[in-house]
């Protein structure tokens, strides 16, 4: 490990602290015409939200590549550009899900070994994935620390090359590969909110764009649960910031990778950080305006300016990739909750009403008489403290949105007396 960083990955010669290595534009071109026959140009296309967030949006759909994310443009390349000799032994890498789907993907594309280490947590669909096209898995520890310590012993052992999954140089090439296709399909664009995990694809797209459209902005969106690269900005070198449970986990990467620092430090104009609430109100948008099903790192960008942390983005034309399709689908259904909850079209509440006949009919009664539905409805009896003849009824309930929550609340203030209601939470008894 680097010396006196807690958590940082092990020495790759590739990726060295000390020598960091910044990136060239020749880089990503030669990336370009090297990968262009095994890729498809995914589309960039105007968004429907555009009248909503007053700026003109552009989605680039990498979410639509074969393996569901834009990891396969820098695993493809990196795999290209082996040896023969080291084609025959194949690569290793750690990963959490798309840069192993990716580097499996395109391995059996290319006729080359590809062995993943993935956590134990990972979702079996991507593990499964990942074996059906040919690659070796082991699944081997919890979080990305343990994995990266484990294949870095792996490669050792078994001498095949070990693919960083966001800072070896040909995969920030490959990555950059798509801003060029952003700046071909959106010319005149004056934006592009790009996710930052590791930093390989801000890296590799703000150099793209930057060499072709310097005055073009480049933005980066973190979770505030692991806004890695923003405290490494602040530091003027990466640190190494402790990882937390995020709807984001593509993005939870606690060190940022040397080179893509050293590359994307300068030409970053803004870092924003979202908070779960507002990628989970991103991933809901995503579903219900465009018809995409978005993983919670490739929601980042949108998140950001649904938020409204991008007002002098307003009235100008903006890009945001995004990046990844690969959500499992039970935290799909989490999410699209989240997102109800904060977008005030789900609310609980908490009443308390009479238990003789007619006591909850009159309050269904009620919610029924505002166009509320009820989603779930739980009587408590026994650690009432209030009159014998109540019930304590918790509720779930389906609104249209904050102002239809709002007349919520004034109905149960009306007919309930004293009410406290919070974002999402209503409390109300009866006398």
């Not at 694809?201 to 310097?214: D, M, Q, Y």
């Not at 949105?401 to 007396?417: N, T």
Request: charged fraction near 20%.
């Amino acid at each position: 490990m680097a010396p006196g960083v807690e958590g940082a990955e092990p020495a790759d010669p590739h990726c060295d602290p000390d020598n960091p290595r910044v990136m060239q534009f020749q880089e990503i071109s030669a990336a370009a015409y090297k990968i262009k026959d095994g890729l498809p140009r995914t589309p960039c296309t105007r968004s429907g939200l555009s009248r909503a967030v007053g700026m003109e949006i552009y989605f680039k759909k990498e979410y639509l590549q074969f393996t569901g994310s834009f990891k396969e443009r820098g695993a493809r390349y990196s795999l290209m550009m082996l040896p023969p000799e080291q084609r025959q032994v194949g690569v290793i890498a750690a990963s959490a899900g798309n840069h192993a789907l990716a580097l499996a993907y395109h391995g059996s594309q290319l006729g080359i070994p590809v062995t993943v280490v993935m956590p134990i947590v990972a979702p079996m669909m991507k593990v499964q994935l990942c074996r059906q096209h040919g690659a070796v898995v082991i699944e081997h520890g919890r979080d990305i620390g343990e994995l990266s310590c484990h294949v870095y012993c792996a490669a050792v052992v078994v001498t095949r090359v070990l693919c960083c999954r966001y800072d070896h140089p040909h995969i920030l090439a490959g990555q950059g590969t798509m801003g060029l296709e952003i700046i071909e399909q959106v010319p005149d664009v004056d934006a592009v909110v790009i996710p930052v995990g590791g930093g390989g694809l801000i890296a590799g797209v703000a150099l793209a764009v930057k060499s072709l459209r310097p005055n073009v902005k480049i933005i980066g969106v973190e979770s505030e649960k692991c806004a890695s690269f923003t405290a490494s900005l602040e530091s003027g070198k990466p640190v190494y910031v402790r990882a937390m449970s995020t709807l984001a986990d593509g993005l939870a990467v606690p060190l940022p990778g040397v080179n893509a620092f050293a590359t994307a430090a300068p030409l970053i104009d803004k870092m924003v950080v979202v908070s779960e609430e507002q990628i989970a109100l991103a991933i809901l948008r995503l579903v219900e305006l465009e018809k995409a099903v978005v993983e919670g790192a490739g929601a980042t960008g949108l998140a950001a300016v649904l938020a409204g942390l991008l007002p002098e983005l307003k009235g100008q034309k903006v890009v945001i990739p995004l990046c990844g399709g690969n959500i499992d689908t039970t935290v799909l259904g989490r999410c699209l909750e989240r997102g109800l909850a904060a977008d005030g079209r789900l609310c609980r509440f908490l009443v308390t009403v009479s238990d003789r006949p007619g006591g909850i009919a009159e309050l269904t009664k009620l919610l029924a008489g505002i166009g509320v539905s009820i989603k779930d409805i739980f009587h408590e009896r026994a650690w009432l403290t209030s009159h014998i003849y109540s019930v304590e009824v918790k509720c779930v309930v389906e609104t249209r949105d904050r102002e239809h929550a709002r007349q919520l609340e004034e109905m149960l203030r009306h007919h309930y007396g004293q009410v406290v209601f919070g974002v999402n939470e209503v409390r109300a008894n009866c006398v």
